[in-house]
């Protein structure tokens, strides 16, 4: 046990040295240059770099994986040549200096009123709490690296950028861009580095491609995809040629990738983004009762709608339907969520055997893997799933309490962000029930769209606190008497 706690000391010591040593030379930056400069949202052009450099050093071929019956490989089971190892610990230590750089200039300037979200922050620490330091310490596998401290940082230091919301928007629509490019590129290059050639189950006649770009797996572009659509639609491009190209790209690459669940996510947040810019303008006209035609035609639409609906319940055999659709392979892959139950019970059995504190952080490792016999398997394909394993019951009170908190805040800040937060909120939570979008460690695309919507939020609770003070200055001073009345 001494052994075991030799480790996790050493590298506090460690960290609080640099920690000093950051406060040190901040404190020397500001007596020779009186400015702050935040070098936060480059994060995304780094961590978009390491992630086009993964699959090319790797040198993948979907062709042949798609054969053999394994579209997604995870880190476990790749080989890296030593540059691009390098690369990756470059990009860490850059993420980790310039969020130590901009969380300890924030916090040499915090205030008796910070222009903070305090509860969130909290919660956020919560939820590192229950779902990285327990399960490392009392877990059924106890386990400690120096990775699981990454990420919260980044996400503290994240709720502190709250003069970055427009660079860090364009930072992610920019270097999504550039993924998107570059995996385009590879179709003529190299098509069996991006694109799967057996597809079988796709909704689309005759197309039996399945793109997954320079992503890990189509279900994996899918949300790179709609997040660039979201990034590019709050803040496009001056040049319009420049947003054409973006969004016929990113449309082709949607359609591609036959990712149904990121279809429906796309179009979810995209009704939310044009419920905040538009929804003022429709409800005037829905209600216009001097001209209602836009509230004709919704009752026009509904009326056929239901009548369809309804004649097509009466003439058609649907239980025959039904039966025969469940017998296919896309029937069976609906009732299996595409094999992710043999994952869930693997998962669940972690877990009954340490209820409290999981299995561990390395649960879905290369040993665990060969233990249960799936080397395909490397997260339980749910985020609830996933925290119950890994970190057990503390674990999914920890992620419940943040998920709430963070919803809270999503919705105070939706109006101001034009619906920017409660879309990326939607894709986060949508994802959730096959996904892990809320990893506790690493600096991937799902780590990247956390990270973003912590700093809109970040940056939105500082506008609202603006625009509270400026409406109580003015009505600390009186009002003319044109307004009052008087005259």
Known sequence: MTEFLLAPLGFLAAFSAAIGAIFCLMKLSQMLR???????????YSSTLVSILTHIATGRNLFAQSMLGATELSDNSLSFPPYYLWISRANTTFILFVACQWLVSRLMRYGTKPDTPTLLIGAFLFLYFTNVLTPALFSAHPSFDHKYVYLSLLGVASLFAQDNEDAAIRAARNSLYIFLLVSAACIPWNPGLVLSDNYLEGVIPGLTYRYAGLANHANSLGPIIVLFLLCLYSKPYARRWINFLGWILGYASLVLAQSKTSWIGFIMCMCCMGYFKYGAFFKRRLFDVNNPVLSAMFIVMAMITVSAVSAGIMLSDIEGEINAFFSTRAGADLTTMTGRTPIWEVALSEWRNSPLFGYGLTLWDAAHQTKIGMPW?????????????????VGVAGLAIYVATLFWFTLKTAK??????????????????????LPIFGFDFNSLTHILLLMIIGAQFKYRRIEKTNRAVLAAYPKPAIYRGQI
């Open 416 to 437: 101001s962000s034009q619906g920017l937060t409660l879309a990326i909120f939607l894709m986060i939570f949508s994802r959730s029930i096959t996904e892990v979008p």
């Open 34 to 44: 009186n400015e702050e400069s935040a070098y936060l949202p480059y994060i995304f």
């Open 377 to 393: 398997a490397f997260d339980a394909h749910n985020q609830f799933i996933q925290t119950l394993a890994s970190a057990g019951l």
